[in-house]
């Protein structure tokens, strides 16, 4: 479910994105005068979006450097089992 959820979340963004991007002249003006309605309301949910993503990169930058520190402590292991052998 929560896969499910990111996901919608994802697609949401890329829509918001390529909407500003691919968007000119008397459109864009109207895209961004959706953002302004009801107090900016639809831009306090994409500083929630970026904050949200904000947190799974760093969720995922964690579980990186711990598999890092992971591999690090097992080829440490291993060598120190081969010095160990040839001692």
């Known amino acids: 479910m ?8 994802d697609h949401l963004c890329s829509t918001i994105m390529h909407l ?3 968007t000119s002249d008397v459109f864009l ?6 953002f302004k ?3 900016f309301e639809k831009v306090e949910r994409l500083f929630e979006l970026f904050k949200f ?6 969720k995922i930058e964690r579980e990186y450097e711990n598999e890092e520190k992971l591999n690090l402590l097992k080829e440490f292991q291993q060598e120190t089992v081969i010095f160990l052998e040839i001692s």
Do not use: G, M, P
């Not at 003006?29 to 959706?34: E, Q, S």
């Not at 993503?53 to 760093?58: D, H, I, S, T, V």
């Open 2 to 9: 929560r896969f499910l959820f990111i996901l919608k979340k």
């Open 20 to 22: 500003l991007k691919n």
């Open 29 to 34: 003006d109207r895209v961004i005068n959706k």
């Open 37 to 39: 309605e009801n107090e």
């Open 53 to 58: 993503y904000q947190e799974e990169a760093k």
